[in-house]
């Protein structure tokens, strides 16, 4: 039995509780498990981008001297602070979908006939690698994942066991299912099978240690509204090895990728590096936002982050147990604390019912992915054990009580 002492003493025992005052939190009462797909909102944020706007108004044009490089700057704050890459490895710009879709072409040029995913990758990823293999002329080779455990090395090294595949494109935590890939172990089975390898870090950056370097990793993207807390539509990151970064080509040849930018007249000549692989003028404000998410990871530590994001996936997984599966409820993420991210999913034939009588009755913000599964998110700088343990004693009385029932089993446009 864990009882709510039980998570209480978890929360007096976190040396991270004091990071939950950094955060805008107006309504006390309402648990928020879906950080994993927005963030929230830093102090921090609040306050600077107030003064980045008055500065705005006040310097006009001559502001840009202080924000031309925050791609950059940014960027080597989050490869320190989230990543595990160099300086000079990573830059913030555009949405994951369009980096995809940048380093995957990049990555598709030489030789090789297909490209390699898995059909539970989240869908843009499955939309642009299919429509980067119909404009290479290559197959896209669709794999079956096991739904609760994601990817594993084997899959991926039979995937490739022609010796014909260009690309592997994975990520790195399962967005329904919160399955933490092998990312060293896939990364290997790929580049022995004669492939590149490029990693969606959009649901792991921020709630486990990723390590892209000592991994020996190639490519990657990821976002910064979940974990990061950057806010809505933040842009991504890439990450592209030093070694690889002269090698490979993006196909928007961009003039902010362009060697001396304001000498205008000149064909096409892409700076050496990373920033040959920024396309247009960065959005300042959210690029602001993504630098005071990446200030306040590094203060708190990935390491402590992530072991807090195991302890409350654990206790989720502990209550579920107990209260939820004679419920009908099913675990659907690994129950091995190091083969997940920050997020469980919990698995339910009512799930789209039960998550809107969550929100609307219990005041507990899940989200659903369908067809049967409510997501808990627990980003660990501000979400307490008492709030898991209150949303699962919630989550329990309403199916008890059978409350779920009365709302409409059919899922709205936005989930
Ligand atoms: C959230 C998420 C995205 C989102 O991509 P956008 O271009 O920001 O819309 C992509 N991939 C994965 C795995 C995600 O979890």
Same mark, same amino acid.
């Given at each position: 039995?864990?009882?709510?002492?039980?998570?209480?003493?978890?929360?007096?025992?976190?040396?991270?509780?004091? !990071? /939950?005052?950094?955060?805008?939190?107006?309504?006390?009462?309402? %648990?928020?498990?879906?950080?994993?797909?927005?963030?929230?909102?830093?102090?921090?944020?609040?306050? $600077?981008?107030? &003064?980045?706007?008055?500065?705005?108004?006040?310097?006009? %044009?001559?502001?840009?001297?202080?924000?031309?490089?925050?791609?950059?700057?940014?960027?080597?704050?989050?490869?320190?602070?989230?990543?595990?890459?160099?300086?000079?490895?990573?830059?913030?710009?555009?949405?994951?979908? @369009?980096?995809?879709?940048?380093?995957?072409?990049?990555?598709?040029?030489?030789?090789?006939?297909?490209?390699?995913?898995?059909?539970?990758?989240?869908?843009?990823d499955r939309y642009v690698l299919d429509g980067v293999a119909n404009l290479r002329g290559l197959e896209l080779r669709i794999f079956e994942a096991d739904p609760v455990d994601g990817?594993?090395?084997?899959?991926?090294?039979?995937?490739c066991a022609g010796g014909d595949v260009a690309l592997v494109s994975l990520s790195h935590v399962a967005y329904r299912s919160g399955a933490l890939a092998d990312l060293p172990g896939? *990364?290997?089975?790929? /580049?022995?099978?004669?492939?590149?390898?490029?990693?969606?870090?959009?649901?792991?950056?921020? &709630? @486990?240690?990723?390590?892209?370097?000592?991994?020996?990793?190639?490519? &990657?993207?990821?976002?910064?509204?979940?974990?990061?807390?950057?806010?809505?539509?933040?842009?991504? !990151?890439?990450?592209?090895?030093?070694?690889?970064?002269?090698?490979?080509?993006?196909?928007?040849?961009?003039?902010?990728?362009? $060697?001396?930018? !304001?000498?205008?007249? /000149?064909?096409?000549?892409?700076?050496?590096?990373?920033?040959? !692989?920024?396309?247009?003028?960065?959005?300042?404000?959210?690029?602001?936002? =993504?630098?005071?998410?990446?200030?306040?990871?590094?203060?708190?530590?990935?390491?402590?982050?992530? *072991?807090?994001?195991?302890?409350?996936?654990?206790?989720?997984?502990?209550?579920?147990?107990?209260?939820?599966?004679?419920?009908?409820?099913?675990?659907?993420?690994?129950?091995?604390?190091?083969?997940?991210?920050?997020? =469980?999913?919990?698995?339910?034939?009512?799930?789209?019912?039960?998550?809107?009588?969550?929100?609307? /009755?219990?005041?507990?913000?899940?989200?659903? $992915?369908?067809?049967?599964?409510?997501?808990?998110?627990?980003?660990?700088?501000?979400?307490?054990?008492?709030? =898991?343990?209150?949303?699962?004693?919630? =989550?329990?009385?309403?199916?008890?009580?059978?409350?779920?029932?009365?709302?409409?089993? *059919?899922?709205?446009?936005?989930?």
């Amino acid at each position: 039995m864990t009882t709510r002492a039980d998570a209480e003493r978890l929360d007096a025992a976190d040396p991270l509780a004091s !990071f /939950r005052d950094r955060f805008v939190i107006d309504e006390p009462d309402t %648990i928020y498990l879906d950080g994993n797909s927005l963030g929230r909102l830093p102090k921090s944020t609040r306050d $600077r981008l107030h &003064a980045l706007v008055t500065q705005w108004g006040a310097n006009l %044009i001559a502001g840009w001297e202080n924000w031309i490089d925050l791609p950059t700057s940014v960027g080597d704050m989050l490869a320190e602070a989230a990543l595990g890459a160099r300086p000079g490895e990573v830059v913030v710009s555009d949405s994951t979908t @369009v980096n995809l879709f940048k380093l995957a072409w990049a990555a598709t040029e030489g030789p090789g006939k297909a490209i390699v995913t898995d059909s539970g990758n989240f869908p843009t990823d499955r939309y642009v690698l299919d429509g980067v293999a119909n404009l290479r002329g290559l197959e896209l080779r669709i794999f079956e994942a096991d739904p609760v455990d994601g990817p594993q090395s084997g899959d991926v090294a039979e995937a490739c066991a022609g010796g014909d595949v260009a690309l592997v494109s994975l990520s790195h935590v399962a967005y329904r299912s919160g399955a933490l890939a092998d990312l060293p172990g896939i *990364t290997a089975a790929a /580049r022995k099978g004669g492939a590149r390898v490029l990693w969606d870090l959009c649901h792991s950056v921020g &709630a @486990v240690p990723i390590g892209l370097h000592d991994a020996g990793a190639e490519l &990657a993207v990821g976002c910064t509204y979940k974990y990061l807390n950057a806010g809505p539509g933040a842009p991504a !990151f890439l990450y592209v090895r030093k070694e690889l970064q002269n090698e490979l080509r993006t196909p928007i040849q961009g003039w902010f990728g362009q $060697r001396n930018q !304001f000498a205008m007249e /000149r064909p096409y000549d892409p700076e050496p590096g990373i920033r040959s !692989f920024l396309a247009g003028t960065p959005p300042v404000l959210d690029l602001t936002a =993504v630098e005071c998410g990446a200030e306040l990871l590094a203060e708190a530590g990935i390491e402590p982050s992530a *072991t807090k994001a195991a302890a409350l996936t654990a206790l989720i997984a502990d209550l579920h147990d107990e209260w939820l599966a004679p419920l009908g409820f099913e675990l659907g993420t690994p129950r091995e604390p190091k083969r997940r991210g920050g997020h =469980v999913s919990l698995r339910h034939p009512q799930a789209w019912q039960i998550c809107t009588a969550m929100i609307e /009755r219990a005041k507990v913000i899940p989200d659903f $992915r369908g067809p049967d599964s409510i997501r808990l998110g627990v980003p660990p700088l501000y979400t307490r054990f008492v709030d =898991v343990w209150d949303a699962l004693d919630r =989550v329990r009385a309403l199916v008890e009580a059978g409350e779920h029932e009365q709302y409409d089993p *059919t899922p709205t446009r936005i989930t």
